[in-house]
């Protein structure tokens, strides 16, 4: 059981660079959300959708972009990538209304 | 506003005690609460929920207890072993029609003395 897997599990980029999260799951749920998680920012919520062809900001989307053309894939792109998008990326996803389930993350480092 | 907050930043106990992590919330809307479990380089794994029509739920070793009156939410883990050592997380669930909005605490610190 895969659940909800997350590549790459690192990555460096230099300012100014695009780059794209890949996020899938396998267990047909119709909620899938990209987070961020800073040391005591604790996690917050970039961009989720509730399904395919359905996307919405959450709390920090700027600077990123996603899409939903599969009911299992969310990637999260980055245009153009800042110092400040260093970060911990998790993929998250769910049945409405049930427990989140996570990736195991994506280290992200803008130099 | 809204706001999930924990009370202590780091909790250490000792091999074999109870550990009881507190979690105060302020939407009384939410419905829906959840506490995870962070190690060190993984993702947030999920130990238990509770519905806001419970006030206690059991699980494993863990314990969940729910005080809508004070807005409180307390993770109490059985027989505290290394391995518990990591990151809690409180989490509150709540909707808005067809979309969920869950909101994090910025997470504590358990440490287990051997």
């Known amino acids: 059981n895969a659940g909800v897997t997350q590549t790459p599990k690192f990555q460096v980029l230099k300012t100014g660079q695009s780059m794209t999260l890949q996020c899938a799951q396998d267990m047909n749920h119709e909620y899938m959300s990209w987070y961020r998680q800073d040391p005591g920012m604790g996690l917050r919520l970039i961009h989720y959708s509730v399904g395919a062809g359905i996307t919405d900001q959450g709390e920090v989307p700027n600077g990123y972009n996603v899409s939903r053309s599969t009911t299992e894939d969310f990637p999260l792109r980055l245009l153009s990538a800042a110092p400040s998008q260093t970060s911990v990326y998790f993929c998250a996803s769910s049945s409405l209304g049930n427990t989140i389930y996570f990736g195991e993350g994506s280290w992200l480092t803008v130099v | 506003g809204e706001s999930v907050g924990l009370h202590l930043p780091t909790l250490s106990v000792q091999e074999g005690d109870n550990s009881i992590i507190n979690c105060a919330y302020s939407?009384?809307?939410?419905?829906?609460f959840i506490w995870y479990k962070q190690e060190s380089g993984k993702g947030p794994q999920f130990i238990i929920d509770?519905?806001?029509?419970?006030d206690k739920r059991q699980g494993q070793r863990v314990t969940v207890l729910l005080n809508k009156t004070v807005k409180h939410l307390s993770l109490q883990i059985a027989a505290t072993q290394p391995g518990d050592s990591a990151v809690y997380f409180c989490?509150?669930?709540?909707?808005?029609?067809?979309?969920?909005?869950?909101?994090f605490g910025k997470g504590i610190t358990l440490s287990v003395r051997p």
């Open positions: 509770i519905r806001s029509n419970m």
């Open positions: 939407n009384s809307a939410s419905d829906y």
């Open positions: 989490a509150e669930n709540s909707k808005t029609g067809a979309n969920s909005k869950l909101t």
